[in-house]
């Protein structure tokens, strides 16, 4: 790594004494196929951030690029350490995300739900006589005392009713359904997901499976792959007819006429006087 810049306010540490904890979305391959590229090309523009624990460090934000080092062969990695607890961290990394305009609405709902179960932790222990060191934590990671719809919509540019739809989605859907949904048109389609959230856990895993292995393609069709209903019997082409013949014989014989010219303009034909004295004709 001789060649590649070296980010004036960072330290390099070797990957090998970096450890990455449980994230709250996997990592992309494809993501990190880019990354590697791109850093294999110009270094790394954007140090990852750490903080120190006993046997090492904890990986606080930037899993892809660390794993981008890794399949790079890096023996190190410039880092920004942050002396801050585990449950700061989450919030730091939970914001950095949440910056990231690319997160679907899956994603978006699991990061805004679970940034809603750190701000009321953290607030209830500032309540409650965190300290001084809680009381300069709110300042550092920007937490306030005001609700957490209106400090969210502030941080993401999202207004706070859909702040709301999407934790309340978020906190209805099966994990394990979630886990199904990755990659899947579902993940970016808040309707879709709202939708499922109101079944059951069991069914939302039977029907996020269905659309995990391209059975359906929409909710309907899920429940239906599913078992859960009989396919639709409806005829596109018989409501047309039914919703022509209903406007036809509400017209009276002038606007009747007008129509036959019209049609007769295409090429089509139809005897004038069946057309004007049928069934349902106006008085």
Known sequence: ME????????????LDQIRVPDRLRPVDEAWIDALASSMDDVGLEHAITVRP???????????????????????????????????????????E?????ELNA?????????????????NAHTKHGGGSKSQTLRHTLGLSAQRFT?????????????????VQVASKLDPEAVSYLRGTSFADNQNALLKLSNETPAKQRTLALQVRDGKAKTLDAARVAAGFQEPSTDDPQARHY?????????ADSATR????????????????SLALHGKGSAK
């Open 242 to 250: 039914a919703t022509l013949l209903e406007t036809w014989n509400k």
């Open 257 to 272: 006429t007008t129509f036959l010219k019209d049609i007769a303009s295409t090429g089509w034909t139809v005897p004038p």
């Open 3 to 14: 060649d590649l810049p070296i980010l004036p306010t960072a330290i390099f540490l070797p």
């Open 106 to 122: 899956l994603d978006r709902g699991i990061f805004l739900l679970e940034r809603k179960t750190v701000h009321e932790r953290l």
């Open 150 to 166: 209106k400090e969210a919509a502030e941080k993401t540019g999202f207004s706070e009713r859909a702040i709301q739809m999407a």
């Open 97 to 101: 995300n949440l910056m990231r305009r």
């Open 53 to 95: 624990v006993d046997d090492g460090y904890v990986l606080i934000a930037g899993a892809h690029r660390y794993e981008a080092a890794q399949k790079l062969g890096w023996a190190d990695i410039a880092v920004s350490v942050r002396d801050i607890d585990e449950e700061e961290a989450r919030l730091v990394e939970i914001d």
